[in-house]
């Protein structure tokens, strides 16, 4: 039986990332959202006023998709965009019904959160030491 390869915390991350992200979706899939839909209004939330550029750059996606992606949220009601013509800067804004999608969705997310929580205590502590690291910044 061959040895198994060296512990690579790259791959670990990435396997990890990879069965929550799966886990996110089913979880959002109710909702009609995805973890890039989730991702794509919290940033229109967070930064009322966001440009189609801002936003593609901030979600790692082309302007093309940050276009396609809004108007689905137009046409469904969870996004405005106010100065939406030809030639103009776009303002966009999360609408009424977008606010009560996200607070539905951040249900989902404290519950992923608990159950991961009550599951692996340790890692979910560890986790939240080394993200306090990051964002504090070089020492």
Same mark, same amino acid.
């Not at 929550?20 to 995805?34: R, V, Y």
């Given at each position: 039986?061959?040895?198994?390869?060296?512990?690579?915390?790259?791959?670990?991350?990435?396997?990890?990332?990879?069965?929550?992200?799966?886990?996110?979706?089913?979880?959002?899939?109710?909702?009609?959202?995805?973890?890039?839909?989730?991702?794509?209004?919290?940033?229109?939330?967070?930064?009322?006023?966001?440009?189609?550029?801002?936003?593609?750059?901030?979600?790692?996606?082309?302007?093309?998709?940050?276009?396609?992606?809004?108007?689905?949220?137009?046409?469904?009601?969870?996004?405005?965009?106010?100065?939406?013509?030809?030639?103009?800067?776009?303002?966009? =804004?999360?609408?009424?019904?977008? /606010? +009560? &999608?996200?607070?539905?969705? %951040?249900? !989902? *997310? $404290?519950?992923? @959160?608990?159950?991961?929580?009550? =599951?692996?205590?340790?890692?979910? /502590? +560890? &986790?939240?030491?080394?993200? %306090?690291? !990051? *964002? $504090?910044?070089? @020492?």
């Amino acid at each position: 039986m061959p040895e198994p390869p060296p512990f690579s915390p790259t791959v670990a991350l990435l396997t990890v990332g990879r069965v929550w992200e799966a886990s996110f979706n089913q979880a959002l899939k109710p909702l009609g959202l995805t973890t890039r839909k989730y991702g794509l209004l919290g940033h229109v939330r967070g930064t009322p006023g966001i440009s189609f550029s801002e936003l593609a750059r901030r979600s790692r996606i082309t302007v093309q998709s940050a276009h396609s992606a809004v108007a689905a949220f137009v046409r469904a009601g969870l996004v405005d965009d106010g100065t939406a013509h030809a030639g103009s800067a776009s303002s966009l =804004r999360v609408t009424a019904e977008g /606010e +009560a &999608l996200l607070a539905r969705a %951040a249900e !989902v *997310v $404290s519950r992923l @959160d608990a159950e991961f929580a009550e =599951r692996h205590p340790e890692l979910t /502590e +560890a &986790l939240r030491v080394q993200m %306090a690291r !990051v *964002v $504090s910044g070089p @020492d």
